[in-house]
């Protein structure tokens, strides 16, 4: 489950974004920071940079919940490209956080179907790129898993290790898997 982040959950978050397992694996790819955070001070600050970003219509940072405890055990930001790509339509930038004791393809995996149900429709784009570095073997094996192909070249993004999703994947995957 996931909400739009709160103030409330800089303690929560904290243990995600001082996670030494964690940090490399976040994507701060344009960003002023490494998302290296020590103390609630920081997170906190953090927390109120995305919430002015997200009054601002800059892009939306979600907590992800963990179901049993409701806490915050990471983040997902999003947001869509402005212009669009031809042969591809208007791309959305996902970012996904999370704790690293969860940091495994079923978790990963169960994330992102449930970004894919609404993100397209929601945010009105026609693709989805996320990173994911070539050591983050659970990451990439659940994007891989969930339909994700890894972007070749610089066409789409100027950074390295990306992949991409379009709707057209995901319905055709859906397609193959109900019949």
Not at 115 to 139: G, L, S, W
């Amino acid at each position: 489950m996931y909400r739009l982040v709160q103030e409330e959950d800089a303690e929560d978050l904290l243990e995600c974004y001082s996670d030494a397992a964690s940090i490399p694996l976040f994507n701060s790819d344009n960003c002023n920071n490494d998302f290296n955070f020590q103390t609630i001070e920081e997170m906190s600050g953090c927390i109120r940079f995305w919430l002015d970003e997200y009054a601002g219509h800059g892009y939306v940072r979600f907590s992800i919940l963990e179901k049993n405890s409701d806490k915050a055990v990471g983040t997902v930001e999003f947001f869509a490209r402005n212009e669009s790509v031809e042969g591809v339509g208007l791309i959305g930038v996902l970012r996904l956080d999370l704790i690293s004791r969860l940091e495994n393809e079923g978790v990963l995996t169960e994330i992102l179907s449930m970004i894919e149900k609404e993100f397209y429709d929601c945010f009105r784009v026609d693709a989805m790129i996320t990173k994911a570095i070539p050591t983050a073997e659970q990451r990439i094996s659940a994007l891989l898993n969930s339909g994700y192909s890894k972007i070749v070249g610089n066409a789409l993004v100027s950074f390295n290790d990306y992949y991409m999703i379009s709707r057209a994947a995901v319905q055709e995957y859906n397609r193959k898997l109900h019949k």
